[in-house]
């Protein structure tokens, strides 16, 4: 049984069309990273696997049951949940704020002491929440989200704010749930270093599921290219003719060219077989390349449409800013 | 149930940490010793008079203090939990929106009843051990009943904040409306009452017009005030005089102004887009 399945779910907020039929599925133990930029329908989608949310169309099941239904509620403490920008109470301190969302899952004390020792926050239980940073509070989310050890955790933007170590400490404790069965969704736009941390990736863009499954294979759905390094002694000019590709090279005296997926072994084997190569390294497309390429395409599809007339779009002036790095 | 008193209690330690606790109960408590020692400094004397003309005095001025304060102390209720984005996150616990909003009341009500206790409390043991011949009992009585309908004073407008707080989505808008509110119960919709009366020359129906006092929670509690002493009001509240209302019916109403507020903010959290 699939702990989260949706079934082509759409969301409407008055005329507004916020998704448009989705489709997707998590098992036990799986890891999805849940990526788009930020009106693309994310938390919308949270919203609706939370049960705070009843999808204007298509069906949504957790756990195998509706989560917007009132019978939902004794199904919520296997859930766990981080919110974005959640500044929790001022006044109270640390540990108070833990216990009291511990009480609300009937969880002991001594568990909210050592998931406070696991985020590191300790020495700082004692104080008001209000003089916490943005990192701790971050943190204290994780806490309170983990409180039960949860079947499925929802995690939106759950690195902000936190420094690299504590950000490995955390998907060290994401890691962890994993092996234990917990089903997870990592709500991001921050990309680089997640990828080895999740077994599927969801594009959306637009309301729109522009990509979805493994990282391998949304790597097979697009032909972008891998890019090899090497360095050593060549004919430069030579050697470029062979693999019939541009080679060009950096300060250090590394060269690099880029090879189209299926061609990448044979242009390895070539390599290699050259008497004076000394290093050699490939890089398939990241993660980060990826979601630039199904955004744009899916960009592109949209903005076609609205040049026969459908939509008045501004897509184009997106796509612009999507290219110089913008991540909004 | 668990859930209810588990924010009942965060409720009650936020009261405590944002001084909101022991300044109510200091303002109370000034007050309170204030009027009964020199209420009646208007007409000439000093000291404690009686206990009617204190618990009279004590109301019409809690009247205006109370509603204030209730509605100041739960405006933020709903509306500030969504700016601080907690209140999504409650609702994915394993929390209805019924126990949240009984455990702010039940905590924010425990806020205010014990300001109202120790700072009323205070100041009628202090007219029990330095003031002559006052009868325990009869003093008891009337401070019991100011207390209690003051409390219930204080919940209905913790109610009538919930119902704003539900509905708005800035918190500033929460602050504002609640003030007219406020405004229109202590001050507009009495007047309006006398001007209907002036207008019409006190040719309206004699049996309907003191129902309408029951349309306004501070002139409920004024009435309470008055009944067990017998004595007749003044102003508007004179109108009354001649109908009796029971204390009981007067009690009930004020229950019913608990009631429907509470239903209606309710009804607004069920229907508030998260």
Same mark, same amino acid.
């Given at each position: 049984?699939?702990?989260?399945?949706?079934?082509?779910?759409?969301?409407?907020?008055? =005329?507004?069309?916020?998704?448009?039929?989705?489709?997707?599925?998590?098992?036990?133990?799986?890891?999805?990273?849940?990526?788009?930029?930020?009106?693309?329908?994310?938390?919308?989608?949270?919203?609706?696997?939370?049960?705070?949310?009843?999808?204007?169309?298509?069906?949504?099941?957790?756990?195998?049951?509706?989560?917007?239904?009132?019978?939902?509620?004794?199904?919520?403490?296997?859930?766990?949940?981080?919110?974005?920008?959640?500044?929790?109470? =001022? =006044?109270?301190?640390?540990?108070?704020?833990?216990?009291?969302?511990?009480?609300?899952?009937?969880?002991?004390?001594?568990?909210?002491?050592?998931?406070?020792?696991?985020?590191?926050?300790?020495?700082?239980?004692?104080?008001?929440?209000?003089?916490?940073?943005?990192?701790?509070?971050?943190?204290?989310?994780?806490?309170?989200?983990?409180?039960?050890?949860?079947?499925?955790?929802?995690?939106?933007?759950?690195?902000?704010?936190?420094?690299?170590?504590?950000?490995?400490?955390?998907?060290?404790?994401?890691?962890?749930?994993?092996?234990?069965?917990?089903?997870?969704?990592?709500?991001?736009?921050?990309?680089?270093?997640?990828?080895?941390?999740?077994?599927?990736?969801?594009?959306?863009?637009?309301?729109?599921?522009?990509?979805?499954?493994?990282?391998?294979?949304?790597?097979?759905?697009?032909?972008?290219?891998?890019?090899?390094?090497?360095?050593?002694?060549?004919?430069?000019?030579?050697?470029?003719?062979?693999?019939?590709?541009?080679?060009?090279?950096?300060?250090?005296?590394?060269?690099?060219?880029?090879?189209?997926?299926?061609?990448?072994?044979?242009?390895?084997?070539?390599?290699?077989?050259?008497?004076?190569?000394?290093?050699?390294?490939?890089?398939?497309?990241?993660?980060?390349?990826?979601?630039?390429?199904?955004?744009?395409?899916?960009?592109?599809?949209?903005? =076609?449409?609205?040049?026969?007339?459908?939509?008045?779009?501004?897509?184009?002036?997106?796509?612009?800013?999507?290219?110089?790095?913008?991540?909004? | 149930?668990?859930?209810?008193?588990?924010?009942?209690?965060?409720?009650?330690?936020?009261?405590?940490?944002?001084?909101?606790?022991?300044?109510?109960?200091?303002?109370?408590?000034?007050?309170?010793?204030?009027?009964?020692?020199?209420?009646?400094?208007?007409?000439?004397?000093?000291?404690?008079?009686?206990?009617?003309?204190?618990?009279?005095?004590?109301?019409?001025?809690?009247?205006?203090?109370?509603?204030?304060?209730?509605?100041?102390?739960?405006?933020?209720?709903?509306?500030?939990?969504?700016?601080?984005?907690?209140?999504?996150?409650?609702?994915?616990?394993?929390?209805?929106?019924?126990?949240?909003?009984?455990?702010?009341?039940?905590?924010?009500?425990?806020?205010?009843?014990?300001?109202?206790?120790?700072?009323?409390?205070?100041?009628?043991?202090?007219?029990?051990?330095?003031?002559?011949?006052?009868?325990?009992?009869?003093?008891?009585?009337?401070?019991?009943?100011?207390?209690?309908?003051?409390?219930?004073?204080?919940?209905?407008?913790?109610?009538?904040?919930?119902?704003?707080?539900?509905?708005?989505?800035?918190?500033?808008?929460?602050?504002?409306?609640?003030?007219?509110?406020?405004?229109?119960?202590?001050?507009?919709?009495?007047?309006?009452?006398?001007?209907?009366?002036?207008?019409?020359?006190?040719?309206?129906?004699?049996?309907?017009?003191?129902?309408?006092?029951?349309?306004?929670?501070?002139?409920?509690?004024?009435?309470?005030?008055?009944?067990?002493?017998?004595?007749?009001?003044?102003?508007?509240?004179?109108?009354?005089?001649?109908?009796?209302?029971?204390?009981?019916?007067?009690?009930?109403?004020?229950?019913?102004?608990?009631?429907?507020?509470?239903?209606?903010?309710?009804?607004?959290?069920?229907?508030?887009?998260?």
């Amino acid at each position: 049984m699939s702990i989260i399945e949706l079934k082509n779910v759409s969301q409407q907020f008055d =005329q507004l069309s916020v998704l448009n039929s989705i489709n997707l599925n998590l098992d036990k133990g799986e890891v999805m990273g849940l990526f788009g930029h930020n009106g693309a329908g994310k938390t919308t989608t949270m919203k609706m696997i939370l049960g705070l949310l009843k999808p204007s169309a298509g069906t949504v099941r957790v756990f195998g049951e509706e989560p917007a239904h009132s019978n939902f509620n004794h199904f919520r403490y296997r859930i766990g949940f981080l919110p974005e920008n959640v500044s929790f109470y =001022q =006044q109270l301190t640390g540990l108070e704020v833990l216990r009291f969302f511990a009480k609300l899952k009937k969880v002991s004390l001594e568990r909210c002491l050592e998931l406070l020792e696991q985020v590191g926050l300790t020495e700082a239980s004692s104080r008001k929440v209000k003089t916490y940073s943005k990192g701790m509070k971050q943190r204290l989310g994780l806490a309170q989200a983990i409180l039960t050890e949860p079947s499925l955790l929802l995690l939106d933007e759950p690195t902000v704010g936190l420094d690299p170590i504590a950000t490995q400490e955390f998907y060290q404790i994401v890691d962890n749930l994993k092996n234990k069965g917990c089903s997870i969704i990592l709500c991001s736009h921050v990309l680089p270093g997640v990828e080895k941390h999740i077994d599927k990736v969801a594009i959306l863009s637009k309301g729109q599921l522009a990509a979805y499954g493994s990282v391998q294979k949304l790597r097979e759905q697009t032909s972008l290219p891998t890019k090899i390094n090497f360095s050593g002694c060549f004919n430069i000019e030579e050697l470029s003719n062979k693999l019939n590709t541009r080679i060009t090279t950096n300060q250090e005296g590394i060269f690099s060219l880029e090879v189209a997926p299926n061609e990448k072994l044979q242009t390895v084997k070539t390599l290699l077989t050259q008497p004076g190569i000394q290093d050699l390294d490939t890089f398939p497309p990241n993660l980060e390349q990826l979601y630039y390429h199904f955004v744009i395409s899916n960009q592109a599809n949209l903005s =076609q449409k609205s040049s026969n007339g459908e939509i008045p779009s501004t897509t184009g002036d997106k796509i612009r800013l999507l290219r110089k790095g913008e991540k909004s | 149930m668990r859930s209810v008193f588990a924010v009942a209690e965060k409720e009650l330690k936020d009261g405590l940490r944002n001084r909101w606790l022991i300044a109510i109960t200091l303002v109370f408590a000034v007050i309170a010793s204030g009027l009964s020692w020199f209420g009646s400094a208007s007409v000439g004397s000093i000291g404690f008079s009686s206990i009617a003309n204190t618990v009279t005095s004590l109301s019409s001025l809690n009247v205006f203090l109370l509603p204030l304060i209730a509605l100041l102390l739960a405006y933020p209720a709903i509306v500030g939990e969504d700016e601080d984005g907690t209140l999504l996150l409650l609702l994915t616990y394993p929390l209805t929106k019924g126990e949240l909003l009984l455990g702010k009341l039940l905590g924010q009500t425990s806020i205010l009843s014990i300001a109202t206790i120790i700072g009323f409390g205070s100041a009628c043991l202090s007219i029990l051990f330095f003031a002559d011949d006052v009868k325990a009992s009869e003093l008891f009585n009337a401070f019991g009943l100011f207390i209690v309908s003051a409390i219930l004073l204080g919940m209905i407008f913790i109610c009538l904040s919930y119902v704003i707080s539900s509905w708005v989505s800035e918190k500033s808008k929460a602050a504002g409306i609640a003030l007219i509110i406020w405004f229109f119960f202590v001050l507009i919709y009495d007047m309006g009452l006398l001007g209907l009366l002036v207008a019409t020359e006190g040719q309206i129906e004699a049996d309907v017009f003191p129902y309408l006092l029951l349309f306004n929670p501070t002139d409920i509690f004024r009435l309470v005030n008055l009944v067990t002493f017998k004595t007749n009001g003044t102003g508007l509240l004179s109108i009354a005089s001649d109908q009796s209302f029971s204390l009981l019916g007067l009690i009930s109403s004020m229950l019913a102004w608990i009631i429907l507020p509470f239903s209606l903010a309710y009804y607004r959290l069920v229907k508030r887009p998260i």
